[in-house]
């Protein structure tokens, strides 16, 4: 038993020996390294030992138990786990052996895919290098892409480039955020198409660029062609996109289609005529006013070929110029080939080149010039009537940078330009207050005017009063463009006004000191204010007596009638005298004349009467006195035994029944006949000389003997005493004419009684000497009354000469100053002067400033429709044509007159014109500045009534008595006369 037991555990044991050398043997070089094939190992050495205790057991079984079934199963169990162990290693060693066998095809197999291997690997590294390069490329050029470039996932930034940040306006950061939506970039009526367009790259399809809007941080809009790729991008799918910031061709697009718009709409509306014609000359497109210009149709000009067709040889070498890559002009009168139509027109023509500088075609404008050229005429009447103007004009910037002035200005100021500039603001250098300056500047920069008198300096410092207008000027849209000022030099004209307050208070002094009645009368008759001589008239101790009162009250119930009609007269501006009696307060009853005129207030309106009263009393009585002597002097005259005539301008005027006795002459026959027609010629000289002498104050014998021709040719022997006299308020030569027929035939029969008559006339001569001696001392002492009264007349004078000589000089500056800016219309409307320009040819006004025409009531249109003739009743088409002669002649460069001009209501002012031809482009017409002088009229007119009144009143108190010694004297030579025919 125990043997057997050894013996089992020996077969045991040599199986396990057996085991374990095949082990060894197989699996001691190859596998004992190797964890798998080691644990297998132990698992056969479980085995092996499991059976070898299987095996222990059964035979302990059986010793113990001697139970055989048991050490039968145990047995069994040891064989079969042995059995087992001999399997696992026969299939190991089978499995070991196709292992290696199929270790050594792996073996080659690894070798050749390890080589391969270590070939991809390095084929990969340079890709990875490659791409790497690449993505460093990619993304160098994407951050340095003038286009915006991202990637999205799913709606997420995984990359926006620098671009994107700086047009976006958002940071890298908060594009990659997880809460940044994509959609907030994205314009809302672009959302919809990005959406549909990301669907359609989910599907895998192509989708074209496209364009779309986006919106950057700050909410402006950016349009842009989006271009988008799906790609895969980190183990999933990604989109690529690039969008191209198209804003600023989308806005050039629509500058360009506005732009094309209104080329077309130029092309179409230009009031020029615009055509095209290709590189052949033949005109291929032009607009309505080319057609109508031309008077021609858009069928005859369409195809027309100018190179070869046109008649005119300088608009055809106008034409042809662009056709040889040069600009073309033509300017003068144009005769339509197609049309037969005649015009003045200016033609431009200019190339169209290729990108390569190729004549393609040429575009022409051409413009009818037949209107500017009257505007341009009508421009230059307003540059020659500025520069021309007697006011000064000066203009700056709206900055007061001064920049123009006309001569008128640098001979008022003595500045230049550049002296008067006033750099920024208003020129300081003129104006003796600054203040005042920056209020004139002010003022016009608001848009407003500004005139009134200011004070300024010349360039020598001296102080002149100017009146000025200053005003803006401004464009179509109201910007103030410049400023304009117009000065008026009123510095003599304030020395004027000084003078006649002077005169008015002297005036003044001499009505208080007249020795006549001056009263002031409303027009209502009540008693305004009364002279001292006045109140002595009316026996009134004060004014306040009388002052207040109804001046009816004064006047004699029997002649209130003439005197309600001179006042009223006077109410309605005539001027008129009138004898009257009146009643004083003292009840004395006096006979005065009164000679009334119209009181007038600054506007021309009638407010007052001017009155001034003689007492006449005295005078009545002389006056009757001297009535009867006048009727006795004329029965003496018309009954006398002398022809009697009076000649004035060379005419016989007056002559007494005897003279027609004499000459055998009726009246009507002689009356307006020269006297000298009734003289022998031998006699005609003598006559007309002593004539003259005797006109211009000289003294030829007054008495002399010559002959005259009756009507029936008879010679007559005459004794002629001539001597001046005042006729009708005019010289004359008064003739007292003798027949001495008789007294020659007397003569000649006793010649001593002849001389005893010469010496009577010696005698009488001697005492006519004596008398005129008399006269003369009398007319000496009128001299002299005069003198003191003709001092205020010579001051007038001296300020007539002065604005002769101011008038004279206004006009030689009007002639030497030049062209000026066409813009200055408006100046010459501001002038205070009248200025009329009228054509040469039918005297039609062709401008009139707005000083004229508010002055004469007329617009500009009514003015162009009339003539000098229209304004100036004084003259007829004759005398005008007269007088403008010279001046068409070019005897005379300029005129200057005094007129009446009369307004559209028919009222009429005085008008001094001065006026000369000029002329204007191809056109000749006359130029007119026209001062009102009406006050100045009116100033002399009260001076010379003054002065008038003065004299009459000189001559009431000297006149009457010269009056009287020259009846006396003429009376004593008639009954000396008579006495010496008596004697004969």
Same mark, same amino acid.
């Given at each position: 038993?125990?043997?057997?037991?050894?013996l089992?555990?020996?077969i045991?044991?040599l199986?396990l020996?057996?085991?374990?050398g095949v082990?060894?043997i197989y699996y001691l070089?190859d596998f004992?390294l190797?964890?798998g094939n080691r644990?297998k190992?132990?698992k056969?050495?479980?085995l092996?030992l499991?059976?070898?205790a299987?095996?222990?057991?059964a035979?302990?079984?059986?010793v113990?138990?001697?139970?055989?079934i048991?050490?039968?199963?145990l047995?069994?169990?040891s064989?079969l786990?042995?059995?087992?162990?001999?399997?696992i290693l026969?299939?190991d060693?089978?499995?070991?052996?196709?292992?290696v066998?199929?270790?050594?095809g792996?073996?080659?197999?690894?070798?050749?895919?390890?080589?391969?291997?270590?070939n991809?690997i390095?084929?990969? /590294?340079?890709?990875?290098s490659?791409l !790497? *390069? =690449? +993505?460093e490329k990619? &993304?160098?050029l994407?951050?340095? %892409?003038p286009n915006?470039?991202?990637?999205?996932?799913?709606?997420h930034v995984?990359?926006a480039n620098k671009?994107?940040e700086?047009?976006?306006g958002?940071?890298r950061?908060?594009?990659?955020?997880?809460?940044f939506n994509l959609?907030?970039?994205i314009?809302?009526?672009?959302?919809?198409l990005i959406k549909?367009n990301m669907k359609?790259h989910m599907?895998g399809e192509?989708v074209?660029?496209?364009?779309?809007?986006l919106?950057t941080?700050d909410?402006?809009e950016?349009?842009?062609?989006?271009t988008?790729?799906l790609?895969?991008?980190d183990?999933g799918?990604?989109i690529?996109g690039?969008?191209?910031?198209?804003?600023d061709? /989308?806005?050039?697009e629509?500058?360009l !289609? *506005? =732009? +094309?718009?209104?080329y &077309?709409s130029?092309?179409e509306? %230009?009031p020029?005529?615009?055509f095209h014609?290709?590189?052949n000359g033949?005109?291929?497109?032009?607009?309505?006013?080319?057609?109508?210009?031309?008077?021609?149709?858009?069928?005859?000009l369409?195809g027309f070929n100018m190179?070869t067709?046109l008649?005119?040889?300088?608009?055809?070498?106008?034409?042809?110029a662009?056709l040889s890559g040069n600009?073309?002009?033509f300017?003068?009168?144009?005769?339509s080939v197609t049309?037969?139509?005649?015009?003045k027109v200016?033609?431009?023509f200019?190339?169209?080149?290729?990108?390569?500088g190729s004549v393609?075609?040429?575009?022409?404008?051409?413009?009818?010039i037949a209107?500017?050229?009257?505007?341009e005429?009508?421009?230059?009447y307003f540059?020659?009537?500025?520069e021309?103007a007697?006011?000064a004009i000066?203009?700056s910037t709206?900055?007061g940078r001064?920049y123009?002035?006309n001569?008128?200005f640098?001979?008022l100021f003595?500045l230049?330009?550049?002296?008067v500039?006033?750099?920024?603001?208003p020129?300081a250098?003129?104006?003796v207050?600054?203040?005042?300056?920056?209020e004139v500047?002010?003022?016009?920069m608001r848009?407003?005017?500004?005139?009134?008198?200011v004070e300024m300096?010349?360039?020598?410092?001296?102080?002149?009063t100017?009146?000025l207008?200053?005003?803006?000027?401004?464009?179509?849209?109201?910007k103030?463009?410049?400023?304009?000022?117009v000065h008026?030099?009123?510095?003599e004209r304030k020395?004027i006004?000084?003078e006649l307050?002077?005169s008015e208070?002297r005036l003044r002094t001499?009505?208080n000191?007249e020795?006549?009645?001056v009263k002031?009368?409303a027009?209502?008759?009540?008693?305004?204010e009364?002279?001292?001589?006045g109140?002595k008239?009316?026996?009134a101790?004060?004014?306040?007596e009388?002052?207040g009162r109804?001046v009816y009250?004064?006047?004699?119930p029997?002649d209130?009638d003439d005197?309600?009609?001179?006042h009223d007269?006077?109410?309605?501006?005539?001027?008129?005298s009138?004898?009257f009696?009146?009643?004083?307060?003292?009840?004395?009853?006096?006979h005065v004349?009164?000679?009334?005129?119209p009181w007038?207030d600054?506007?021309g309106n009638?407010v007052?009467?001017?009155s001034?009263?003689?007492?006449?009393?005295e005078?009545?009585h002389a006056?009757?006195?001297?009535r009867?002597?006048e009727?006795?002097y004329?029965?003496?005259?018309?009954?006398g035994?002398?022809g009697?005539?009076?000649?004035q301008e060379g005419?016989?005027?007056f002559?007494?029944?005897?003279l027609?006795?004499?000459?055998?002459?009726?009246k009507?026959e002689?009356?307006?006949?020269?006297?000298i027609?009734l003289?022998?010629?031998?006699?005609?000289?003598?006559v007309?000389?002593?004539y003259?002498?005797?006109l211009k104050?000289?003294?030829?014998?007054?008495?002399?003997?010559?002959?005259?021709?009756?009507?029936?040719?008879?010679?007559?022997?005459?004794?002629i005493?001539?001597s001046r006299?005042e006729?009708?308020?005019?010289p004359?030569?008064?003739?007292?004419?003798r027949?001495?027929?008789?007294r020659?035939?007397?003569?000649?029969?006793?010649?001593?009684?002849n001389k005893?008559?010469e010496?009577?006339v010696?005698?009488?001569?001697?005492?006519?000497e004596?008398?005129?001696?008399?006269l003369t001392?009398a007319?000496e002492?009128?001299?002299?009354?005069?003198e003191?009264?003709s001092?205020?007349q010579?001051?007038?004078?001296e300020?007539n000469?002065?604005?002769e000589?101011k008038v004279?000089?206004r006009?030689?500056?009007w002639?030497?100053?030049?062209t000026?800016?066409t813009?200055l219309g408006r100046?010459i409307?501001?002038s205070l002067?009248?200025i009329?320009?009228f054509?040469?040819?039918?005297?039609?006004?062709i401008n009139?400033n707005?000083?004229?025409?508010?002055n004469?009531g007329?617009t500009?249109e009514?003015?162009?429709?009339?003539?000098?003739?229209?304004?100036?009743p004084e003259?007829?088409?004759?005398?005008f044509?007269?007088?403008?002669?010279?001046?068409?002649?070019?005897?005379?460069?300029?005129?200057v007159?005094t007129?009446?001009?009369k307004r559209?209501?028919s009222?009429?002012?005085?008008?001094?014109v001065?006026?000369?031809l000029?002329?204007?482009g191809e056109q000749?017409?006359?130029?007119a500045?026209?001062l009102?002088?009406?006050?100045?009229k009116?100033?002399?007119e009260?001076?010379?009534?003054?002065i008038?009144?003065?004299?009459s009143?000189q001559?009431?108190?000297?006149?009457r008595e010269?009056?009287?010694v020259?009846?006396k004297?003429?009376?004593?030579e008639l009954?000396?006369r008579?006495?010496?025919y008596?004697?004969f």
């Amino acid at each position: 038993m125990v043997l057997r037991i050894l013996l089992s555990y020996t077969i045991v044991l040599l199986t396990l020996v057996l085991a374990v050398g095949v082990i060894n043997i197989y699996y001691l070089l190859d596998f004992v390294l190797q964890k798998g094939n080691r644990e297998k190992l132990y698992k056969v050495w479980f085995l092996l030992l499991f059976a070898l205790a299987v095996k222990s057991v059964a035979h302990l079984t059986e010793v113990i138990a001697k139970t055989s079934i048991i050490y039968q199963v145990l047995e069994l169990s040891s064989l079969l786990i042995g059995l087992a162990a001999m399997l696992i290693l026969t299939k190991d060693t089978m499995t070991h052996f196709a292992f290696v066998e199929t270790q050594k095809g792996l073996e080659a197999e690894i070798t050749k895919r390890t080589k391969s291997l270590k070939n991809e690997i390095a084929e990969r /590294k340079q890709v990875e290098s490659n791409l !790497r *390069k =690449s +993505e460093e490329k990619f &993304r160098n050029l994407a951050e340095h %892409s003038p286009n915006m470039i991202f990637i999205n996932r799913r709606g997420h930034v995984e990359y926006a480039n620098k671009k994107c940040e700086e047009v976006m306006g958002y940071s890298r950061e908060e594009l990659y955020s997880k809460d940044f939506n994509l959609m907030t970039i994205i314009a809302p009526e672009s959302r919809k198409l990005i959406k549909e367009n990301m669907k359609l790259h989910m599907r895998g399809e192509e989708v074209p660029p496209y364009e779309y809007k986006l919106l950057t941080k700050d909410g402006r809009e950016i349009v842009g062609i989006h271009t988008t790729k799906l790609m895969d991008y980190d183990g999933g799918k990604a989109i690529l996109g690039i969008v191209t910031d198209i804003t600023d061709k /989308k806005e050039a697009e629509v500058a360009l !289609r *506005k =732009s +094309e718009e209104k080329y &077309r709409s130029i092309f179409e509306n %230009s009031p020029l005529g615009i055509f095209h014609y290709d590189k052949n000359g033949v005109i291929t497109a032009s607009n309505e006013n080319f057609i109508k210009l031309l008077g021609t149709s858009k069928e005859k000009l369409i195809g027309f070929n100018m190179v070869t067709s046109l008649k005119n040889e300088k608009m055809k070498a106008a034409v042809a110029a662009p056709l040889s890559g040069n600009p073309g002009r033509f300017e003068g009168e144009y005769l339509s080939v197609t049309g037969g139509k005649l015009a003045k027109v200016k033609a431009d023509f200019s190339p169209i080149l290729s990108e390569d500088g190729s004549v393609l075609g040429a575009i022409g404008i051409i413009e009818d010039i037949a209107e500017r050229k009257k505007t341009e005429d009508r421009l230059l009447y307003f540059q020659k009537a500025v520069e021309g103007a007697s006011d000064a004009i000066g203009m700056s910037t709206p900055e007061g940078r001064h920049y123009y002035q006309n001569e008128a200005f640098t001979r008022l100021f003595g500045l230049s330009v550049k002296e008067v500039d006033g750099k920024s603001g208003p020129p300081a250098t003129v104006y003796v207050d600054e203040n005042v300056g920056r209020e004139v500047f002010d003022t016009i920069m608001r848009g407003d005017s500004w005139s009134g008198e200011v004070e300024m300096l010349n360039k020598a410092g001296q102080k002149m009063t100017i009146f000025l207008r200053a005003y803006a000027m401004k464009n179509e849209k109201g910007k103030i463009t410049g400023l304009v000022g117009v000065h008026t030099d009123i510095t003599e004209r304030k020395q004027i006004e000084e003078e006649l307050k002077k005169s008015e208070t002297r005036l003044r002094t001499i009505i208080n000191l007249e020795p006549e009645c001056v009263k002031l009368v409303a027009l209502d008759g009540t008693l305004l204010e009364m002279n001292p001589a006045g109140l002595k008239m009316v026996g009134a101790k004060s004014s306040e007596e009388v002052c207040g009162r109804s001046v009816y009250d004064l006047i004699l119930p029997e002649d209130l009638d003439d005197f309600r009609a001179l006042h009223d007269s006077a109410c309605q501006g005539v001027t008129g005298s009138a004898e009257f009696r009146i009643v004083g307060l003292d009840n004395q009853e006096r006979h005065v004349e009164s000679t009334s005129v119209p009181w007038r207030d600054a506007e021309g309106n009638i407010v007052a009467v001017l009155s001034v009263t003689r007492d006449i009393t005295e005078r009545k009585h002389a006056r009757e006195a001297l009535r009867e002597s006048e009727e006795k002097y004329s029965t003496i005259v018309e009954k006398g035994n002398d022809g009697i005539a009076i000649v004035q301008e060379g005419l016989i005027q007056f002559v007494n029944n005897k003279l027609t006795e004499i000459a055998g002459y009726s009246k009507e026959e002689v009356i307006g006949k020269p006297f000298i027609d009734l003289l022998p010629l031998e006699y005609r000289e003598l006559v007309a000389e002593r004539y003259k002498k005797r006109l211009k104050g000289e003294e030829p014998p007054n008495i002399y003997e010559i002959e005259i021709t009756s009507k029936e040719g008879k010679t007559i022997p005459i004794e002629i005493n001539a001597s001046r006299i005042e006729y009708k308020g005019k010289p004359a030569d008064m003739a007292v004419i003798r027949d001495i027929t008789e007294r020659k035939r007397v003569e000649k029969l006793i010649k001593d009684v002849n001389k005893n008559l010469e010496l009577k006339v010696r005698e009488r001569t001697a005492e006519v000497e004596e008398q005129k001696e008399k006269l003369t001392a009398a007319n000496e002492e009128l001299t002299a009354m005069n003198e003191e009264l003709s001092a205020t007349q010579d001051e007038l004078n001296e300020v007539n000469k002065t604005l002769e000589k101011k008038v004279e000089e206004r006009t030689k500056q009007w002639r030497l100053s030049e062209t000026v800016s066409t813009s200055l219309g408006r100046v010459i409307e501001e002038s205070l002067n009248e200025i009329f320009v009228f054509n040469s040819k039918t005297l039609k006004f062709i401008n009139v400033n707005k000083g004229a025409r508010e002055n004469l009531g007329y617009t500009l249109e009514e003015l162009q429709n009339l003539t000098p003739l229209d304004i100036k009743p004084e003259f007829t088409l004759q005398s005008f044509s007269e007088l403008i002669q010279p001046l068409l002649t070019g005897k005379q460069n300029s005129l200057v007159f005094t007129t009446i001009h009369k307004r559209k209501d028919s009222s009429t002012y005085d008008a001094e014109v001065h006026l000369q031809l000029s002329t204007f482009g191809e056109q000749k017409a006359f130029v007119a500045i026209v001062l009102d002088i009406t006050e100045r009229k009116q100033a002399e007119e009260k001076l010379h009534e003054k002065i008038s009144e003065l004299e009459s009143w000189q001559r009431l108190t000297v006149g009457r008595e010269v009056r009287m010694v020259e009846l006396k004297a003429e009376i004593e030579e008639l009954k000396a006369r008579l006495k010496k025919y008596e004697t004969f």
